[in-house]
């Protein structure tokens, strides 16, 4: 090899060495500013996690303080006001708590406390607003909310100070995933622990543990069907040719169903049927394609009426509708004696491409289609209009019975108000008490009406 080939190859060599060397500086630097960056987003999280936690252990500290106020308070005047700092400060600390890197699963008994006592509150405060005092099981309610209430703000304090006089960080207390066995003893887990069985909570609000036991209404007496049988009646229900569908699946909790899928020429089908009874929850099927279509708005209407009739849905009432593209939603309550009942809810939807029904829900029915026993009203159609502002016209008038946010019942008389604007609304009045119930806006335009 001559002197000219040693050359060229000792200097690609070096050239390689060179450009390896550089190229591990440049890796280690990178891995350098990648750690510097970790640490100061570390660092950042950390400092959010505390800002968050020192808010939690504040908004429970007052909560602790107006509920111990709130044990000695009688006036209902005077009661709105301290039940509406509780919900203020539980809503806060709920949302500081979900902050937190153990504000999830880890809390998730401590969340729902916190939650419950605003949301109880919250329903007080309207009672009382209309001037009606506490009854001595709410009484006790208060004094057992209040003392849990402390010993929760207690446990934070306490976990606060132990971060810090041991300048422990808040990220580093969390149970991690199957290190459970690891960490029994963690502080935050006592909290989690002591909030197991927390003060049972009655009301009729959201959060309120009754609705748990709740079972479906119009399940009650019927027997548990196999997935074959309830499979046969999702084919009669829907119109479906047999052996398209097929189970997939099953999902349990209050309202068990089967799942079942297939596929025909219009396209994909999926069906939820329940296990008790084999009556149809839940229907999803493809559409058809945007611009073909010839069903009008009155079309679809009687489409899916007629579609409920011929299933046994009896006595359903057409109540708003949504057009999305080329699909109709049609919402459908149960009405009997005049009287609309809202909780009995059913939506269709129609493609109006085709006429088919290529969507079906009926949760709010089957959970709460009974017969009721109402009474006449106590309350005239005259006596609640004079509970409408002067700025608004009545336009018509509607016995009905609305869900509450607990899953209750109200009998209301439904009044239909327009603006000088020409906007519309609808005021609900008790038809017991002639108290306000509730107020919405509809929203109208030429796909249909939502209310809000």
Request: aromatic content about 8%; overall charge negative.
């Amino acid at each position: 090899m001559d002197k000219k080939a040693k050359k060229t190859i000792v200097r690609v060599i070096t050239f390689s060495a060179a450009a390896i060397a550089v190229m591990a500086v440049m890796v280690v630097r990178s891995e350098m500013q990648i750690s510097k960056r970790e640490e100061v987003l570390t660092a950042a999280e950390e400092l959010a996690y505390m800002r968050a936690f020192s808010e939690a252990v504040s908004s429970i500290e007052d909560m602790n303080y107006s509920l111990e106020k709130a044990r000695y308070i009688t006036s209902p005047s005077l009661s709105v006001g301290i039940y509406s700092e509780i919900f203020s400060e539980a809503q806060s600390a709920a949302a500081c708590l979900a902050i937190l890197p153990f504000g999830g699963a880890e809390l998730e008994n401590t969340s729902a406390f916190v939650a419950r006592i605003g949301d109880y509150c919250y329903a007080l405060s309207k009672k009382a607003a209309a001037g009606i005092p506490r009854t001595a099981e709410e009484n006790e309610t208060i004094i057992s909310l209040s003392q849990s209430t402390q010993k929760l703000a207690s446990s934070l304090i306490d976990i606060q100070g132990q971060v810090y006089s041991e300048g422990l960080k808040l990220s580093a207390l969390h149970m991690d995933d199957g290190a459970e066995e690891a960490n029994t003893g963690s502080p935050v887990q006592a909290i989690e622990n002591d909030f197991m069985e927390s003060p049972s909570l009655v009301y009729d609000g959201p959060f309120s543990e009754h609705i748990e036991a709740m079972e479906p209404m119009f399940l009650e007496g019927k027997q548990e069907v196999s997935s074959e049988e309830a499979l046969e009646k999702a084919e009669v229900f829907f119109d479906l040719r047999k052996g398209i569908l097929t189970q997939t699946g099953e999902v349990s909790g209050r309202l068990p169903t089967y799942i079942f899928e297939g596929e025909d020429e219009y396209g994909k089908i999926h069906v939820q049927m329940t296990k008790t009874g084999g009556e149809a929850l839940y229907m999803c099927r493809d559409a058809g394609q945007e611009g073909r279509g010839g069903v009008t708005r009155e079309g679809a209407l009687k489409l899916a009426q007629q579609f409920l009739d011929e299933n046994g849905i009896s006595e359903m009432r057409d109540t708003y509708t949504q057009q999305y593209g080329n699909s109709m939603v049609i919402n459908f309550a149960y009405g009997k004696n005049d009287v609309i009942c809202y909780s009995d809810l059913v939506k269709v939807t129609i493609d109006m491409s085709t006429g088919h029904i290529i969507g079906y829900e009926a949760r709010g029915y089957i959970m709460s289609h009974t017969q009721r026993e109402l009474t006449e009203p106590a309350i005239s159609p005259e006596a609640a209009e004079s509970a409408v502002s002067a700025e608004l016209k009545v336009l018509e008038s509607q016995l009905c019975v609305i869900p509450t946010a607990g899953k209750n019942e109200i009998y209301c008389i439904e009044l239909k108000c327009e603006s000088k604007e020409g906007k519309h609304y609808l005021l609900y009045i008790n038809a017991m008490t002639g108290a306000e119930e509730k107020f919405l806006i509809l929203l109208e335009n030429e796909n249909g009406t939502l209310s809000i």
